[in-house]
């Protein structure tokens, strides 16, 4: 059995480390998110959080539609981590995916198919409650959509 752990009372944000900021910010708003302006951070307070020296970086509040939640969007300009970024495996270890509910899969779907971002595998129904399908985002995270099947 599990228990909730005293003083948590809810999950804020997400953070998400992106190379290209006004890519990713654009690909959220076509999902659907309400995307902030960028704003820039660097002094000793955003080194001693992040254990890292001359941090430079600027960040994207990307808002969930209902409001109750929202992605962190950073960009490092400095110092940066030249790993390449990319769509990783299902089951690959870590954070997977993001889920997002959405009125109509297949528009969604054909809104993003020109820029580049498809379903990874097939759309399936999932016992008559949803269809849904993972979608590669840019530089790695995967969304997966969901349209509800049997909407109130």
Known sequence: MTTNSPGLRRVDHVG??????????AFLA?????????????GEWID?????D????????ANAPDGGSWLELTKF???????????????????????????????VIDRLRPKGFKPIGEIVNYENVFRLCFVGGPE????????ELQKD
């Open 16 to 25: 998400v480390i992106v190379d290209d900021l006004a890519l990713v910010t």
């Open 30 to 42: 076509d999902l659907g998110f309400t995307c902030g302006d960028p704003t820039h951070y660097e």
């Open 48 to 52: 001693r959080i992040n254990g890292l």
């Open 54 to 61: 001359g941090v430079q970086l600027e960040m994207v509040s």
């Open 77 to 107: 300009h400095r110092p940066v981590d030249r790993s390449p970024a990319e769509i990783q495996s299902s089951n690959r270890l870590g954070f997977r995916h993001i889920a997002c509910v959405v009125d109509d899969l297949d528009a």
């Open 140 to 147: 790695g995270p995967i969304v997966e959509l969901a349209e």
